[in-house]
Every structure is written in C-alpha cells, then in structure tokens.
C-alpha cells in the first residue's frame, strides 16, 4: 500500500510534475557519451526488472541512472524534505528497497547491473565512461535462441 501522500501546496506540485520517468538529462548525457565511446546499440526502458535506463540485451547489461534525490545517493547523503518527514521516509525506503530488489532479480537472471548516479555524470562522467567501457569491452554478445 502507498503511503498516504499528504496536501502538497502549488510550488511542490509544479515541481513534481516536473520530474521524468525517462529521457532525464543525465540520461541523455551518459546515452551520447557512450554512443561516441563506441557503443551505440543500446536500447531503453527495456521490459526486465526495474526497465533500466539503458540496457545492451545482447550483452546482458543493465545500466540504471539513478538521481540523486529520489534514489538517495549514498555519496550525496541529500537531507530530507522538511515537511511531512515520515511520508519522506517511508516513500524513500521504498524506493531503495524496490532498487536493490530489481538489481537482484535482474542479477539472478544472469545479467550484469550498473548502477550510476547523476551526480557522477555531473561531475567526473570520462571516469563513467571509462568504468562503462570496460564492463561493455569485456562482455561478448549473448546469442538468444
């Protein structure tokens, strides 16, 4: 059950709606760097576990972008929202645990996972892409029957 949210006033809501499930620029920005790395192909939102972000079926890779406030980055350590805390913590936790949940069943259906936060493509995304282009260079194509 999701948690009741509580009355949000005109500015939250206009940010909410603001928010994208897919497409975010730090998307985009990791989704250019590889295809000039050399690895287009990719496909989106591909219908596994979590619909990661970027995912290379052939190879077996699932790479998720994750923002840093709705994923709660470890690195970031973003405080909460000031307001109704205990929604914010529950909607929060859930998210984490709903995040490693699709990391593991993906993980048992044999595919590599990724997980990179926005705040990296922000500031050190050649490190991304290099990490990236190891994983994707050490990976041969899987064949599907």
């Not at 973003?78 to 909607?91: A, G, Y």
């Amino acid at each position: 059950m999701k948690p009741e949210c509580p009355p949000l006033n005109e500015n939250t809501v206009k940010s909410m709606k603001g928010n994208r499930r897919k497409d975010t620029k730090p998307e985009m920005v990791l989704r250019k760097a590889l295809r000039d790395a050399g690895f287009p192909g990719y496909r989106l939102q591909w219908k596994v576990p979590g619909r990661p972000d970027i995912c290379y079926p052939g190879r077996k890779i699932a790479i998720y972008v994750n923002g840093c406030f709705w994923h709660r980055c470890p690195v970031c350590d973003l405080p909460l929202p000031k307001h109704n805390r205990e929604f914010w913590e529950e909607k929060f936790r859930k998210n984490v645990e709903r995040d490693q949940r699709y990391l593991t069943e993906m993980q048992d259906m044999g595919w590599t996972t990724v997980v990179v936060w926005e705040c990296r493509i922000k500031k050190d995304l050649e490190s991304v892409i290099g990490e990236l282009t190891s994983i994707l260079s050490e990976t041969v194509n899987y064949k599907h029957d």
